[in-house]
């Protein structure tokens, strides 16, 4: 269900539940859904200064009149919800206390004075806007000093910065893949995450494309495809590898297609030449493809058929603003503009590993963890509150609140508009943006780098800072260059491990910020990430397990015990487990946690019955 039948209801039988006590709206911006890399154009509309409800934008560069049902139902709830955090607070004594933004501004900036780089860092989302991203590392690199600054938009990008900088130098174009006559879908089930490009994929199809997919799993796609390729997970660069050798007139790579896709060879030849006769192929990369498969193979086939004319690729991530968190250099190894850098500082793996300990650490938007981390004072910049104790909160502005402009997958630098100016107060908070936030803490630092009045100053500064950035927002796609000097790590050893199962760990959950809307939008709750883990029923009948029923996976000297849920898309023998990279309002997951820590992905694993 995506909302559209409410969207365009002529007599008003079906409307938004959470606003439909709302009457007319007063008047309705065109924005940008902040929720997703795709960067949907909205309409939003709004009542007495508050958003209301949303609906799709006409657009034709991206979702001409469709929404996911993320973007269309989440945003008024997300941002009104009776759990959002919107006082400074501070840890006094036992008790976490409400203070003015004076008093929670002098304490942190006192903690933050002085300190090494190695003795402090800086967690940033790869959801904030243009402006605060730029603003944050401008905050740590001019007023603190060092390179102290990360980002889990770094799980987002596997394979690592250098290999995403290449991706972005691809063409990428979403409303390409509607105008493609061949498609190479490898590993997207649009179920769940992209239905925007579902919907492209299926208005390519409508007029006569050709799809072929690649996936160890039954998706949505398999329904509409007309050549399928089922590879054991992890092998789907191999066999994309061995597709573009075929497209350019290898055939000996037909024995790769038929011994690792399940597909014969004269099948095969034939679905190749089909592919081929396409003028404009598209080829879509699911977000968690560069997870688990082998990275080698996945960048020679990509950058092969990248050769190839008029080709569109969509190299799909979590995270709304991602790519803006690489051009704008929120991590430590990379400054604005692509730029390598190398100066002393901690890192998310320093932190993750126990490998160095900060003092203070400062989450924006953050919560990657399920437990309080290991410092001695803990910040948090967020719309909610961290799953965890923290001695110090600063309450950030929603993306209905703050305003500012978002970069898209393929580029395009797109405003977010503000639509609720709340006035400070005891019952309406005192959020502020980001960068307003990171601006009046440098003040207190006697830093003048930072001394902006809006959002549209820092646009100017990152314009003049990154090559090709624009100075206002801008819809053009950009192409980022291709000779990054950043190392790409590639991969592609055999999975670890002995047992008799192949565990997959995939990131999942609708994350926006440092918390899964899952929790705080009643709606997507269902839809949540489940508890436990997905097997194929015959393996559970097999193992004499009861669907819900619980197992125990081995790995590695770790020992978990999980819900499981019979998923008859799953191939046999391996266990698919979601991994959220936010924590915010999923304490449960806390059993499944050290499977998000394996030293390989996939890794094989023991299983046996609880
Ligand atoms: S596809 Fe992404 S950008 Fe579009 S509505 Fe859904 S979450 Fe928002």
């Given at each position: 269900?995506?909302?559209?039948?409410?969207?365009?209801?002529?007599?008003?039988?079906?409307?938004?539940?959470?606003?439909?006590?709302?009457?007319?709206?007063?008047?309705?911006?065109?924005?940008?859904?902040?929720?997703?890399?795709?960067?949907?154009?909205?309409?939003?509309?709004?009542?007495?200064?508050?958003?209301?409800?949303?609906?799709?934008?006409?657009?034709?560069?991206?979702?001409?009149?469709?929404?996911?049902?993320?973007?269309?139902?989440?945003?008024?709830?997300?941002?009104?919800?009776?759990?959002?955090?919107?006082?400074?607070?501070?840890?006094?004594?036992?008790?976490?206390?409400?203070?003015?933004?004076?008093?929670?501004?002098?304490?942190?900036?006192?903690?933050?004075?002085?300190?090494?780089?190695?003795?402090?860092?800086m967690?940033?989302?790869?959801?904030?806007?243009?402006?605060?991203?730029?603003?944050?590392?401008?905050?740590?690199?001019?007023?603190?000093?060092?390179?102290?600054?990360?980002?889990?938009?770094?799980?987002?990008?596997?394979?690592?910065?250098?290999?995403?900088?290449?991706l972005?130098?691809?063409?990428?174009?979403?409303?390409?893949?509607?105008?493609?006559?061949?498609?190479?879908?490898?590993?997207?089930?649009?179920?769940?995450?992209?239905?925007?490009?579902?919907?492209?994929?299926?208005?390519a199809?409508?007029?006569?494309?050709?799809?072929?997919?690649?996936?160890?799993?039954?998706?949505?796609?398999?329904?509409?495809?007309?050549?399928?390729?089922?590879?054991?997970?992890?092998?789907?660069?191999?066999?994309?590898?061995?597709?573009?050798?075929?497209l350019?007139?290898?055939?000996?790579?037909?024995?790769?297609?038929?011994?690792?896709?399940?597909?014969?060879?004269?099948?095969?030849?034939?679905?190749?030449?089909?592919?081929?006769?396409?003028?404009?192929?598209?080829?879509?990369?699911?977000?968690?493809?560069?997870?688990?498969?082998?990275?080698?193979?996945?960048?020679?086939?990509?950058?092969a058929?990248?050769?190839?004319?008029?080709?569109?690729?969509?190299?799909?991530?979590?995270?709304?603003?991602?790519?803006g968190?690489?051009?704008?250099?929120?991590?430590?190894?990379?400054l604005?503009?692509?730029?390598?850098?190398?100066?002393?500082?901690?890192?998310?793996?320093?932190?993750?590993?126990?490998?160095?300990?900060?003092?203070?650490?400062?989450?924006?938007?953050?919560a990657?963890?399920?437990?309080?981390?290991?410092?001695?004072?803990?910040?948090?910049?967020?719309?909610?509150?961290?799953?965890?104790?923290?001695?110090?909160?600063?309450?950030?502005a929603?993306?209905?609140?703050?305003?500012?402009?978002?970069?898209?997958?393929?580029?395009?630098?797109?405003?977010?508009?503000?639509?609720?100016?709340?006035?400070?107060?005891?019952?309406?908070?005192?959020?502020?943006?980001?960068?307003?936030?990171?601006?009046?803490?440098s003040?207190?630092?006697?830093?003048?780098?930072?001394?902006?009045?809006?959002?549209?100053?820092?646009?100017?500064?990152?314009?003049?800072?990154?090559?090709?950035?624009?100075?206002?927002?801008?819809?053009?796609?950009?192409?980022?260059?291709?000779?990054?000097?950043?190392?790409?790590?590639?991969?592609?050893?055999?999975?670890?491990?002995?047992?008799?199962?192949?565990?997959?760990?995939?990131?999942?959950?609708?994350?926006?910020?440092?918390?899964?809307?899952?929790?705080?939008?009643?709606?997507?709750?269902?839809?949540?990430?489940?508890?436990?883990?997905?097997?194929?029923?015959?393996?559970?009948?097999?193992?004499?397990?009861?669907?819900?029923?619980?197992?125990?996976i081995?790995?590695?000297?770790?020992?978990v015990?999980?819900?499981?849920?019979?998923?008859?898309d799953?191939?046999?023998?391996?266990?698919y487990?979601?991994?959220p990279?936010?924590?915010?309002?999923?304490?449960?997951?806390?059993?499944?946690?050290?499977?998000?820590?394996?030293?390989?992905?996939?890794?094989?694993v023991?299983?046996?019955?609880?």
């Amino acid at each position: 269900f995506c909302g559209a039948c409410v969207s365009v209801c002529p007599t008003g039988a079906l409307a938004d539940k959470s606003s439909k006590w709302d009457g007319k709206p007063d008047g309705m911006e065109v924005s940008t859904c902040p929720f997703c890399s795709i960067g949907c154009q909205i309409e939003l509309h709004h009542k007495d200064g508050k958003l209301s409800k949303v609906y799709p934008s006409h657009d034709a560069e991206i979702n001409d009149g469709q929404l996911c049902v993320r973007g269309r139902f989440s945003m008024p709830e997300a941002t009104h919800h009776h759990e959002r955090a919107k006082k400074p607070m501070l840890k006094r004594g036992k008790y976490f206390r409400e203070v003015t933004w004076s008093e929670a501004q002098e304490e942190v900036a006192g903690k933050l004075k002085g300190l090494k780089p190695e003795e402090f860092l800086m967690l940033v989302s790869g959801d904030l806007t243009n402006e605060s991203l730029f603003s944050a590392q401008k905050f740590v690199r001019s007023c603190l000093s060092g390179n102290s600054i990360d980002s889990t938009a770094r799980l987002a990008l596997p394979g690592g910065l250098g290999l995403w900088t290449k991706l972005f130098s691809l063409p990428i174009s979403i409303k390409g893949i509607a105008e493609s006559d061949a498609i190479i879908a490898v590993g997207l089930d649009s179920r769940f995450y992209f239905s925007v490009v579902g919907v492209q994929i299926r208005r390519a199809l409508k007029h006569g494309a050709k799809l072929l997919t690649i996936d160890a799993r039954d998706s949505n796609l398999g329904r509409y495809t007309d050549h399928r390729l089922q590879p054991m997970p992890g092998q789907e660069g191999i066999l994309l590898n061995a597709v573009a050798g075929c497209l350019s007139g290898k055939k000996t790579h037909l024995k790769t297609i038929a011994k690792h896709g399940g597909m014969d060879e004269d099948a095969a030849k034939k679905a190749i030449d089909r592919i081929n006769a396409g003028a404009n192929l598209s080829v879509i990369i699911g977000p968690t493809v560069f997870e688990y498969s082998d990275t080698v193979e996945l960048l020679d086939a990509i950058f092969a058929l990248a050769k190839r004319k008029n080709t569109n690729f969509m190299p799909l991530y979590h995270g709304s603003n991602v790519r803006g968190a690489v051009e704008l250099g929120a991590f430590g190894e990379l400054l604005p503009g692509g730029v390598p850098s190398k100066g002393p500082g901690i890192s998310l793996a320093d932190l993750m590993t126990g490998k160095k300990r900060p003092k203070v650490l400062y989450l924006v938007g953050q919560a990657p963890f399920l437990e309080r981390p290991d410092c001695e004072y803990l910040i948090s910049q967020d719309i909610y509150y961290p799953p965890f104790p923290i001695d110090a909160f600063l309450p950030a502005a929603s993306f209905a609140e703050a305003g500012g402009s978002l970069t898209n997958i393929e580029g395009r630098v797109q405003e977010l508009v503000k639509i609720e100016t709340p006035p400070e107060g005891a019952v309406t908070g005192y959020v502020r943006p980001d960068w307003q936030i990171f601006s009046d803490l440098s003040k207190k630092l006697d830093c003048g780098a930072l001394g902006y009045r809006n959002a549209g100053d820092i646009l100017k500064e990152i314009h003049e800072a990154v090559p090709g950035f624009p100075a206002k927002p801008d819809r053009e796609p950009r192409r980022l260059k291709a000779e990054s000097k950043l190392t790409v790590e590639k991969r592609n050893d055999p999975p670890a491990g002995k047992g008799e199962f192949l565990l997959i760990v995939e990131p999942a959950g609708f994350q926006h910020r440092g918390t899964d809307l899952s929790s705080v939008v009643e709606g997507l709750g269902e839809l949540a990430l489940e508890q436990g883990v997905r097997l194929n029923p015959d393996d559970l009948a097999q193992l004499g397990v009861e669907p819900g029923g619980r197992i125990t996976i081995t790995v590695d000297g770790v020992e978990v015990t999980a819900s499981t849920k019979a998923d008859g898309d799953c191939p046999a023998k391996v266990i698919y487990c979601s991994r959220p990279s936010n924590f915010g309002g999923l304490k449960e997951c806390k059993n499944l946690e050290p499977l998000y820590h394996l030293k390989s992905n996939p890794i094989h694993v023991d299983v046996k019955v609880t």
